[in-house]
């Protein structure tokens, strides 16, 4: 469990138990009406960018998605990052006081279905600390004039030091096992925890713990690391005369993005998603995002995809300035022109496919043209999941997937040993193991077709969203049905192969406990079906032709 709502955590449900309890505790607690969605780390962390580039328009220039490691803290295992840290020096009179800015903050926040917890200190780790410790709040309106003290955690210079005595030593961004030392000892807060002796805790606790209590009181600085995006990946331009024409803001957008593939090209990049952000006089910006299959510096190509989307979108008011910038970049592919004339085709073909990709998407929309990828599932409809073909960025997410697999021997993680744990479930149910959980056994004395493990034919070629039941009306000892009616017909099994059983481990949810066969009917179609061993009825799951 990456996450869980308020409902869901008062029946007990926690962050990174294993899907097999927490789905076990919601249907009881629930009657069996409660939902569960499988994590898309790729979604949530464009989310949050989209989110800090929001922000960085919207209240500072300095906007940092906070920083993770493979720990535990304020009470809970951070999967992906899910804050942000925005640097508001001096902007705070801009909006008349800092609890107006904390309002606005919480009003962008909340006009997005977002509760988030706010708190606005001096330094990196009190603010981040102070805010992983505040209550969310219901939905503010705009016509609220109640004081907003108690909803935000503000301090300034002169008291901070007092806000922080009850920060409890969770929210230091300490191990696990210098925060259950310290409970052992009795200290829970940062107020009990700085009346002890400065060398006595480095001694005992090790240095890291005096780190953190520096960077609270700002002895030490922390950086800030901010977007990374380089200045010439951003371009405006600022209207003479506000205007709604379609036609001078497609000529603009284009000026723009010739301007930005020009600043791609000096340093050999290309853009894997370009964001067109449109200021209206009086009302919230609006913005065209694009998502490209392969890195691109193709003006021309870039501009009918923008003008394709910006085509669909409705104006409510006249825009007073453009802007163009590639959020994610990578590196142009550079290939060595060649005297064969397949070698060339072969780079055309290329070309046109990411062009075809890139247009379906603008045209579509990103979120309809899907790529399967493979998860480390037994189950056969849960083994793959959809993930958008076009803006994504190269290596970058199965990078950080490498680096939390491989940092570290935290041995109190749990989600290190679940991860263990699926992938054992996964292996086991491959033929190829030589595990008894999935084992293909001859039924047919002609050995010929019997699939190996590495058969293509081993798994259909269609497979269906949900197993069709079927009417069963002969069996034989222990084997796949002789008769039974599909499609309205009544269908003869001719020969069989099997069974090959797939079983999904406890932890991971409901269990599943499948025997497999492949069979040939007297009609020449070859069906995928197989047993539910809990009640014994057997289903049609995929066809091979």
């Not at 999904?504 to 020449?524: F, N």
Request: net charge positive.
């Amino acid at each position: 469990m990456v996450a869980c709502c308020r409902r869901a955590a008062a029946v007990g449900i926690r962050v990174n138990m294993s899907g097999g309890e927490a789905e076990s505790l919601l249907q009881v607690a629930t009657d069996g009406r409660g939902i569960t969605q499988p994590h898309d780390a790729q979604a949530d962390m464009e989310a949050l960018q989209e989110l800090a580039s929001a922000c960085a328009h919207r209240f500072s220039p300095i906007v940092a998605i906070e920083p993770m490691g493979s720990r535990r803290w304020a009470g809970q295992w951070l999967h992906l990052p899910q804050g942000l840290l925005l640097d508001v020096t001096g902007i705070e009179p801009l909006f008349g006081t800092e609890q107006n800015l904390c309002r606005e903050v919480d009003l962008f926040f909340q006009s997005r279905n977002l509760q988030p917890r706010l708190a606005l200190a001096c330094t990196i780790a009190a603010a981040w600390g102070l805010s992983r410790t505040a209550a969310t709040r219901p939905l503010a309106r705009r016509d609220d004039k109640s004081p907003s003290n108690e909803a935000y955690r503000i301090t300034q210079p002169e008291d901070e030091f007092h806000h922080l005595l009850a920060m409890p030593t969770r929210a230091m961004r300490l191990e696990p096992a210098c925060v259950d030392m310290l409970a052992r000892l009795g200290i829970e807060t940062f107020g009990q925890l700085i009346r002890l002796p400065r060398q006595g805790l480095a001694t005992r606790l090790g240095p890291e713990l005096i780190l953190r209590i520096d960077q609270l009181l700002g002895h030490v600085g922390e950086p800030l690391q901010a977007d990374p995006h380089r200045p010439d990946d951003t371009v405006h331009l600022d209207l003479d005369y506000p205007t709604r024409d379609k036609d001078i803001l497609q000529y603009t957008i284009s000026q723009l993005i010739e301007q930005l593939t020009k600043n791609l090209k000096q340093r050999v990049h290309g853009a894997l998603r370009v964001v067109c952000r449109l200021e209206l006089l009086q009302h919230e910006a609006v913005e065209i995002r694009l998502g490209l299959f392969a890195p691109t510096a193709d003006a021309d190509h870039l501009t009918h995809l923008m003008t394709e989307r910006f085509s669909q979108q409705r104006l409510v008011a006249d825009v007073h300035r453009v802007s163009i910038c590639a959020p994610l970049t990578a590196l142009l592919r550079q290939r060595q022109p060649s005297l064969i004339a397949d070698a060339e085709a072969e780079v055309t073909s290329s070309h046109a496919l990411a062009n075809l990709i890139d247009n379906l998407a603008a045209r579509l929309g990103r979120q309809s043209v899907l790529k399967v990828q493979t998860v480390n599932n037994p189950q056969p409809e849960a083994a793959f999941r959809l993930q958008p073909l076009t803006g994504q960025p190269i290596g970058e997410i199965s990078r950080l997937r490498n680096r939390r697999r491989k940092g570290g021997t935290n041995r109190s993680s749990p989600s290190r040993k679940q991860m263990s744990s699926d992938q054992a479930a996964s292996s086991a149910s491959d033929a190829s193991s030589g595990n008894e959980a999935s084992r293909l056994t001859e039924a047919s004395a002609d050995t010929r077709f019997l699939p190996s493990p590495r058969d293509p034919l081993r798994r259909p070629l269609r497979l269906f969203n949900q197993p069709i039941a079927l009417k069963v009306l002969k069996t034989e000892d222990a084997g796949p049905p002789t008769r039974f009616v599909y499609r309205g017909t009544h269908v003869q099994t001719v020969r069989s192969w099997g069974p090959e059983r797939i079983e999904t481990a406890w932890w991971s949810g409901p269990s599943v406990r499948r025997d497999y066969y492949r069979i040939e009917t007297q009609q020449g179609d070859w069906l995928w079906v197989f047993r539910k061993l809990t009640t014994d009825q057997w289903f049609l799951h995929g066809l091979f032709g």
